[in-house]
T-cell receptor, first 112, second 111 residues
């Protein structure tokens, strides 16, 4: 069974731009969660989607948003990028959220 | 506030030298505790899920245990390929399914 895939793997953007990251969950998984990983803050929860609905949201500004499609694929968007948004963005999928979450390889975003 | 603390931050072992990593947690109600392994530049790889105190799980040289306040990841006779960062996370019995992560333990196993 194919694992979680994320595209693109690497991105370089400049301050003020916006970016969209994509995540395809494991087949059959309906919950997709997003996390931000930085050396200083570690792994922090951004939001979780289930059946095209955002169920939970972490403590991040409104510049961070996401959505989920009917095939469970998910995208997250960051608008008006700041230097501090440079991080590894990880997507994780699970059957329904309660079960074990499996992570993708991540998208490394560098904001210049 | 739900919190996870891992110790030590870093650990250096000789090949074959067994040791344990600690994960202490404070959570309103534990739904599950998860161990992941993360190699540099990659996403976390799932190792174990533990649900209740007294539960133990094993996989090759790794064994995870759980009490009401902490979890241990025991590494028996480690090999250089076990070098990685080991992450512990908890999921609480609230309306959120988020994982709360510790800062990880960086393990280096020297040949």
């Amino acid at each position: 069974k194919a694992g979680v895939t994320q595209t693109p793997r690497y991105l370089i953007k400049t301050r003020g731009q916006q970016v969209t990251l994509s995540c395809s969950p494991i087949s059959g998984h309906r919950s997709v969660s997003w996390y931000q990983q930085t050396p200083g803050q570690g792994l922090q929860f951004l939001f979780e989607y289930f059946s095209e609905t955002q169920r939970n949201k972490g403590n991040f500004p409104g510049r961070f948003s996401g959505r989920q499609f009917s095939n469970s694929r998910s995208e997250m968007n960051v608008s008006t990028l700041e230097l501090g948004d440079s991080a590894l963005y990880l997507c994780a999928s699970s059957l329904d959220g309660e079960e074990t979450q499996y992570f993708g390889p991540g998208t490394r975003l560098l904001v210049l | 506030e739900d919190q996870v603390t891992q110790s030590p931050e870093a650990l250096r072992l000789q090949e074959g030298e067994s040791s344990s990593l600690n994960c202490s947690y404070t959570v309103s109600g534990l739904r599950g505790l998860f161990w992941y392994r993360q190699d540099p530049g990659k996403g976390p790889e799932f190792l174990f899920t533990l649900y209740s105190a007294g539960e133990e799980k094993e996989k090759e040289r790794l064994k995870a245990t759980l009490t009401k306040k902490e979890s241990f990841l025991h590494i028996t006779a480690p090999k250089p390929e076990d070098s990685a960062t080991y992450l512990c996370a908890v999921q609480a019995w609230d309306s959120s399914y988020k994982l709360i992560f510790g800062s990880g333990t960086r393990l280096l196993v020297r040949p």
